[in-house]
């Protein structure tokens, strides 16, 4: 099956909108099979208020900032959204994104978005995923931070409307994250708990976590995408550059080849090897009633003759002609017993 590969644009335009399209076109350049967006204005997502509950802090690329700033910095305007839809269609790219309450459902439902992503902060928002997973659209659950019964109850919000189509995203939320805290052997046990295709909402820095996750069963892949990190912004120390990500691209490509699919058959590009496999030769000069022995029948390459594992029964049967030194062995050359 192939990686859906996902660029997430997120903040990374720097609030031009030639920016953003240009970020669309160096995605699907870079083999991303899909370009994500995220719905929101910071007065859907917070309120302007500057007490110590709404400062970020505890340790993050934004402390000191109030979220109301910070997402007023990072926000796409919706008024872009259609022009960055076209741009992804034109560039053969699927658009999607994340919206992040039920207004901007509705928006992305009048652009006839095919997929909705929700956002690992607002897993436990049941009301908002049950109402987006309504649409009938693929539902991709990014689980940052979320125990297992947080993911247990998003998933039932989705079921609750007759969408089964949900993809589980394991995400790190850290900002970047490290790779010893990946844990991406949680994959596959996610999909076996909650009968879930599974994927990776990444933000390690490089290709080996994607690598990893899709050897584990990743059927989507998604990397924050920046045309050049001096754009700057909130997810710019994070976020894979054109040339980074095309690599990866290329990797993962490469990896699904190597997964290929269960066989146990000698496949086209081997067969002219069998040649080299062991098998029964006549390994000197024998005369017609003569007994084989250890001395004139033994296994050894090329794989002409009769498979090894007839040796020890064949030891002591007579030949039943003349056979020359270096004759693959066949059944009629062995006498009959008495």
């Known amino acids: 099956m192939k990686t859906f590969l996902v660029a997430e644009l997120s903040a990374n335009h720097g609030h031009r909108l030639e920016t953003a399209l240009e970020t669309v076109r160096a995605a699907a350049a870079a083999g991303a099979d899909a370009i994500k967006i995220q719905t929101y204005t910071a007065d859907t997502l917070t309120i302007d208020c500057d007490d110590e509950h709404f400062r970020i802090g505890h340790g993050t690329l934004w402390d000191g900032q109030t979220l109301y700033r910070l997402y007023q910095a990072a ?6 959204h259609e022009a960055l839809r076209d741009e992804a269609r034109a560039c053969g790219l ?3 994104s994340t919206p992040f309450d039920p207004t901007a459902v509705d928006f992305l439902e009048t652009l006839g978005v095919p997929i909705y992503k929700i956002a690992s902060f607002e897993l436990v928002d049941l009301p908002l995923v049950e109402y987006t997973a309504s649409k009938g659209k693929p539902m991709i659950l990014s689980t940052g931070l979320a125990s297992l019964d947080d993911i247990g109850a998003a998933v039932a919000a989705c079921r609750r409307v007759g969408n089964e189509d949900i993809t589980l995203l394991k995400c790190t939320s850290s900002y970047p994250a490290p790779l010893d805290e990946a844990n991406l052997r949680t994959l596959p046990d996610l999909a076996a708990r909650f009968g879930t295709r599974v994927g990776l909402s990444d933000h390690t820095m490089g290709p080996v976590a994607p690598l990893a996750a899709v050897a584990l069963g990743a059927t989507v892949v998604e990397k924050h995408f920046i045309l050049d990190r001096a754009v700057g912004g909130p997810d710019a120390s994070f976020s894979m550059l054109p040339a980074e990500f095309a690599e990866m691209a290329r990797l993962v490509r ?4 190597t997964l290929g699919e269960v066989r146990y058959d000698v496949t086209p590009a081997a067969a002219g090897n069998v040649f080299f496999r062991r098998s029964l030769f006549v390994t000197a000069d024998m005369q017609a009633g003569e007994a084989f022995t250890k001395a004139n029948l033994r296994s050894i390459r ?5 498979p090894p594992v007839h040796l020890p029964a064949l030891l002591g049967r007579r030949a039943a002609r003349d056979l020359r030194r270096g004759t693959p062995l066949a ?7 008495d």
């Open 94 to 96: 699927v658009f999607f």
């Open 331 to 337: 059944w009629d050359m062995i006498a009959p017993e």
């Open 75 to 80: 926000y796409t305007p919706w008024e872009w």
């Open 302 to 306: 090329p794989g002409n003759g009769l």
């Open 254 to 257: 490469d990896l699904e080849k």
